[in-house]
Nanobody, 125 residues
Framework: VQLQASGGGLVQAGGSLRLSCAAS????????MGWYRQTLGSPRDLVTV???????TYADSVKGRFTISRDNAKNTVLLQMNSLKPEDTAVYYC????????????????????WGQGTLVTVSS
């Protein structure tokens, strides 16, 4: 499975961005996809994940502002980010797993074995 993320950029606080991640390869075996983010010197943290069964998990910090959606026909996962804050500034990574969706829905990054290259989101104050 290969993942290609796009859509990052610079936005003012309060603005919106949409990230997209296209999956290729053995996409029929994917059981969950999601987004993580990382800042320099910090671990990679959960943003949101979505299983094939429709279970979604969001980090508390983004609930009500970010929305994950999946287009299974196009093998893509989208992240709509609204009401962005400077603290949302990070490199965002899309992730996919072929593993147990129950475990994947918990959001632990260790349960995801495929990662995109990362896209930088910068939110200015």
């Amino acid at each position: 499975v290969q993942l290609q993320a796009s859509g990052g950029g610079l936005v003012q606080a309060g603005g919106s961005l949409r990230l997209s991640c296209a999956a290729s390869g053995s996409v029929s075996t994917i059981t969950a996809m999601g987004w993580y983010r990382q800042t320099l010197g910090s671990p990679r943290d959960l943003v949101t994940v979505s299983t094939n069964g429709g279970t979604t998990t969001y980090a508390d910090s983004v609930k009500g502002r970010f929305t994950i959606s999946r287009d299974n026909a196009k093998n893509t996962v989208l992240l709509q980010m609204n009401s962005l804050k400077p603290e949302d500034t990070a490199v965002y990574y899309c992730a996919a797993t072929l593993g147990n969706p129950i475990l994947s829905s918990l959001g632990g990054s260790m349960t995801y074995e495929y990662w995109g290259q990362g896209t930088l989101v910068t939110v200015s104050s």
